[in-house]
């Protein structure tokens, strides 16, 4: 069964823009996933056909409106499938979560333009809030596209061979080893000796111990993650 993918955005023209080239792109081709950006203006009632409004208690920018976008999200429900709204005061997103909602049938995303989207969407639909960093984009579009290319890559034969995953960063929960390739000698710089070596475990050694030291120095926060998951866990890895 495919990912089934549907953004709501008010510039559907912005997909699938970067994930239909590439990896995201061969597989959407492929039917490995589907996308449908929904245009939010369609469900506009107005003569104007609006979709957003002045803030309530004034202030700058203008803000979405919750019947507009009501209507867009229960016009494209598809069961079984959440429904997320990418915005800057959204949970920030990690590797974990992309992997359980690539494993389900699929998202909806709602993405945010403005200054912001009527709260009371928020209490009258089921929508889980995303955040993908503590900046600000000038819409949800990109963050949406970020999402979409993090779960892909992860979708059954999309990555092929590279894919085996639990290697990889984050999916240990540390930053990956560094990597190296030919030439052996540039700018009077070697490859490590030990990758060299051809001893198997000597390697694995070595790229367990850079993931550690290279977590540790470049984001203690995962750092602390990674050895409070350990002294939890029930399988007792300590
Ligand atoms: N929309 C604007 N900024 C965003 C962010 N950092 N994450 C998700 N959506 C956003």
Redesign the pocket.
């Known amino acids: 069964m495919m990912f089934q993918a549907t953004v709501l955005t008010l510039y559907p023209e912005m997909f699938p823009g970067p994930l239909g080239i590439s990896l995201a792109g061969r597989a959407l081709a492929e039917g490995k996933w589907s996308l449908d950006a929904v245009q939010i203006r369609d469900y506009a009632t107005d003569k104007h056909r609006s979709v957003d409004d002045t803030p309530a208690g004034g202030g700058a920018g203008m803000v979405m409106r919750a019947d507009v976008l009501a209507a867009a999200i229960d016009g494209t429900a598809k069961p079984g499938v959440p429904l997320l709204a990418?915005?800057?005061r959204?949970r920030p997103l990690r590797q974990e979560r992309v992997r359980t909602l690539a494993e389900g049938p699929g998202v909806a995303i709602l993405c945010?333009r403005f200054e912001g989207i009527d709260q009371r969407l928020f209490e009258g639909r089921e929508i889980e809030e995303?955040?993908?960093?503590d900046?600000?984009?000038s819409?949800?579009e990109t963050?949406a596209i970020v999402l979409l290319d993090a779960c892909i890559r992860l979708l059954p034969g999309v990555m092929g061979a590279a894919s085996s995953g639990d290697e990889e960063s984050f999916e240990a929960g540390l930053l990956e080893y560094p990597h190296y390739t030919r030439p052996q000698m540039w700018e009077g710089r070697t490859i490590p000796e030990v990758l060299r070596s051809g001893d198997h475990a000597a390697i694995k050694a070595w790229r367990v111990s850079r993931a550690e030291i290279d977590t540790r120095l470049r984001r203690p926060d995962l750092w602390e993650r990674h050895i409070g998951a350990r002294v939890q866990s029930p399988s007792g890895a300590r």
Not at 130 to 133: E, F, K, L, N, Q
């Open positions: 990418m915005t800057p959204g945010g995303v955040s993908i960093g900046y600000v984009l819409g949800g963050a």
